[in-house]
């Protein structure tokens, strides 16, 4: 079964920059979409952003235009750029892998914004 991992996750200041990466153990071109979700504490799990296998791209109203998610088959990774950081954006940030048979997470990352 495919692991993923996440990592870049960290404090960073309000109107900054962070780049989270998802780095799978196995191909994710077979995946249908590839997914990142946000959770705050006390609140429910969030999906944040979704690229599917033809490339395109969706986003939360909340983060568009901030936020872009992009994928690396050849390195089997999937990226979430963050700019124009909000303190609302805070929480643990997961990766998720969809296809017809399974959905897999990774184990977070946790972005904290904040001055």
């Known amino acids: 079964q495919v692991q993923l991992v996440e990592s870049g996750g960290g404090l960073v200041q309000p109107g900054g920059s962070l780049r989270l990466s998802c780095a799978a153990s196995?191909?994710?071109?077979?995946?249908?979409?590839m997914n990142w979700h946000r959770q705050a504490p006390g609140k429910l799990r969030d999906l944040v952003a979704t690229i599917r296998s033809g490339g395109n791209a969706d986003y939360a109203h909340s983060v568009k235009g901030r936020f872009t998610i992009s994928r690396d088959n050849a390195k089997n990774t999937v990226y979430l750029q963050m700019n124009s950081l909000k303190p609302e954006d805070s929480a643990v940030y997961y990766c998720?892998?969809?296809?017809?048979?399974?959905?897999?997470w990774g184990q977070g990352t946790q972005v904290t914004v904040s001055a």
């Open positions: 998720n892998a969809v296809s017809w048979t399974q959905s897999l």
């Open positions: 196995g191909s994710i071109s077979s995946f249908n979409a």
